[in-house]
Nanobody, 117 residues
């Protein structure tokens, strides 16, 4: 069974930094598409950052220049470095992955990021 497990969430002050990590496990060789979504209270889930099938990266306008997504393909891990955090970044952050061999989507259970002074 394929699983995505997030880690690194927590409480941080505005202007601070956090690094989220997501590790894939199970009977897969790679996840060519991996990224991060988030959902704040009262809002719909939205894309934060993602590696596309072509290897490019996409960022939400709200995090452009502050967040950086990185990937370790061999370890099937994706990370999100979040700098200059703002209260509006507060949300449950979900890892997303797509398995090439089965063309199936997978979601982590989420890690909570709270930005507050």
């Amino acid at each position: 069974q394929v699983q995505l497990v997030e880690s690194g969430g927590g409480l941080v002050q505005p202007g601070g930094s956090l690094r989220l990590s997501c590790a894939a496990s199970g009977s897969i060789l790679s996840m060519p598409v991996m990224g991060w979504f988030r959902q704040a209270p009262g809002k719909e889930r939205e894309l934060v950052a993602m590696f596309t099938r072509s290897g490019n990266t996409n960022y939400a306008d709200a995090v452009q220049g502050r967040f950086t997504i990185s990937r370790d393909n061999a370890k099937k891990t994706v990370s999100l470095q979040m700098n200059s955090l703002k209260p509006e970044d507060t949300a449950l952050y979900y890892c997303y992955g797509w398995v090439e061999t089965t063309r199936m989507n997978y979601w982590g259970k989420g890690t909570l990021v709270t930005v507050s002074s």
